[in-house]
């Protein structure tokens, strides 16, 4: 651990440590500059992260050789996610931030499983649409293009056959994520809607994201940072459409 230590140091790279607790998976990675050097992540029922947690923060430092200071940054998945997921990543990743010194990059949960989606997709004109799973027939969506450029903003709505119709006009569109098996039976008429399992928001896919931010100062207040909690109380009927 000692040489791994002392070669990312003299290597001049960020150092980033990123969480994602926004789904059920929780997951951290470690990073230097674009190379993953440390990943772990896993599902359990019950939303057990906080003991999860640090566990694998604790197994990511020791790459480092329990060297905290040596931390450039820390990333964290800003939602929409769960509530109870979020918390525990976002407060945990302040109270190091605030002891470290160190400043707070958001990633949002549907960019960071956009990049996931990325290498299943070949068509360089496709559009990435990640959804979240609501309530009832809701979903949070966006669209990306494969330049991982946020081309709709996220949104929450009530999919039916007719709400990507101007998109899925123009372009191949890839839909993935836990709120994709509710929407897939009337979108899978579209020709050009295209259907991609097992996609799950990880924190090794927080790399280049972070990165980018990082380079570009693209901090978050530590103090004042919350994030985007999925609703789960009561859900609001947007007659609005997305396209």
């Known amino acids: 651990m000692l040489f791994f230590h002392h070669q990312y140091k003299i290597m001049n790279l960020p150092l980033i440590l990123h969480i994602e607790t926004s789904t059920q998976v929780c997951s951290v990675a470690l990073s230097s500059g674009t190379e993953c050097v440390f990943s772990k992540s896993s599902e359990e029922q019950g939303m057990n992260h906080a003991k999860l947690l640090s566990g694998f923060i604790a197994e990511a430092m020791n790459v480092l050789n329990n060297d905290f200071h040596s931390l450039n940054a820390l990333a964290v998945s800003?939602?929409?996610?769960?509530?109870?997921?979020?918390?525990?990543?976002v407060?945990?990743?302040?109270?190091?931030?605030?002891?470290?010194?160190?400043?707070?990059?958001?990633i949002g949960t549907l960019d960071i499983m956009a990049v996931s989606a990325l290498n299943s997709v070949n068509e360089k004109d496709a559009l990435l649409c990640p959804m979240l799973d609501a309530r009832r027939m809701e979903v949070y969506a966006a669209v990306f293009n494969t330049d991982l450029e946020m081309i709709q903003p996220v949104a929450a709505n009530i999919v039916d056959e007719r709400t990507f119709n101007e998109i899925l006009k123009q372009n191949s569109v890839y839909f993935f994520g836990n709120g994709m098996s509710k929407c897939k039976p009337v979108l899978q008429q579209h020709?050009?809607?295209?259907?991609?399992?097992?996609?799950?928001?990880l924190?090794?896919?927080?790399i280049p994201l972070a990165l980018k931010a990082y380079q570009k100062k693209q901090f978050v207040d530590t103090a004042y940072f919350?994030?985007?909690?999925?609703?789960e109380f009561q859900t609001t009927v947007s007659k609005k459409k997305m396209f």
């Open 91 to 106: 407060s945990t990743a302040k109270g190091l931030c605030f002891g470290l010194d160190i400043p707070l990059i958001s």
């Open 226 to 231: 919350e994030p985007f909690y999925l609703k």
């Open 191 to 201: 020709a050009r809607a295209h259907f991609i399992d097992e996609i799950i928001p």
């Open 78 to 89: 800003s939602g929409p996610g769960s509530y109870t997921g979020l918390r525990i990543g």
């Open 203 to 206: 924190a090794e896919n927080m």
